[in-house]
C-alpha cells in the first residue's frame, strides 16, 4: 500500500511540475519557475499570524500539503522541524498547509507531535486547489521571488533539500536568482 501511495505522489508531483519524474526521484526543479497564486492562510491554533506572500516575500519557503491522517505527512513533520532548525525563519520560512481537516483536529495532531517553530496553517482559501494539489505529502520550494522552483513529495524526500535550499540562498545572497 505506501508503494502504491508513494507512487501516486511521485506521479502528482511530475503532473504539478509539467516534468518527467523517474520513479526513483521525489524532488523534481520545475523548467520555469511558477508564480504563487494570492493567499492568506490563518494559523491552525487560535492565536497566530495570518501567513501571506509578504510573509515570505524576500525568503526561501517551503510550503508543506498535509492533513493528520497522512502517515508520510507524520514523519514528515519531524524532518521540517528539523530544517527549521537548521535554518532559521530569517532564511527559510516553512508553512505547513492543514489541506483537509478540521482545525480541531489538526490542533490534536499538533499536540501530540513536537512543537513546530514554523507557520501551522489551514487551507482556508483553496489554495492547494489552486496549484492542483491533490495528495499529500506534497512540498513546493519557493524562491526569493515568491515563485514555485521545485515540487517534491513522498517519504523522506527533505533529506534531499539542504543543498537545494543552499544553492538558493547563495542565489539570493550573490543576487543572482533565475529569472
Not at 520555469?32 to 491554533?45: C, G, I, K, N, Q
Not at 517534491?152 to 542565489?171: I, K
Request: proline share 7%; glycine share 6%; aromatic share 8%.
Amino acid at each position: 500500500m505506501r508503494t502504491v501511495s508513494r507512487a501516486l505522489s511521485l506521479a502528482a508531483i511530475a503532473i504539478l511540475a509539467r516534468v518527467s519524474v523517474p520513479a526513483a526521484q521525489v524532488l523534481a526543479r520545475l523548467p520555469e519557475p511558477r508564480p504563487l497564486p494570492d493567499f492568506a492562510l490563518p494559523p491552525v491554533s487560535a492565536s497566530g499570524p495570518l501567513v501571506t506572500p509578504q510573509t515570505i516575500l524576500g525568503k526561501i519557503a517551503i510550503f508543506e500539503f498535509w492533513y493528520p491522517e497522512c502517515v508520510y505527512c507524520g514523519e514528515q513533520h519531524e524532518s521540517l522541524v528539523r530544517l527549521a532548525q537548521r535554518y532559521g525563519s530569517d532564511s527559510v520560512e516553512i508553512v505547513a498547509v492543514n489541506t483537509r481537516q478540521s482545525r480541531e483536529t489538526a490542533q490534536d495532531f499538533l499536540a501530540q507531535h513536537s512543537t513546530a517553530p514554523y507557520h501551522e496553517v489551514m487551507d482556508s482559501t483553496d489554495f492547494a486547489e489552486k496549484l492542483g494539489v491533490n495528495s499529500a505529502p506534497v512540498l513546493a520550494i519557493i524562491d526569493s521571488k515568491g515563485r514555485i522552483v521545485y515540487w517534491a513529495g513522498g517519504q523522506d524526500v527533505t533529506e534531499r533539500f539542504p543543498s537545494v535550499l543552499d544553492d538558493l540562498l547563495a542565489q539570493r545572497t550573490s543576487g543572482k536568482v533565475r529569472d
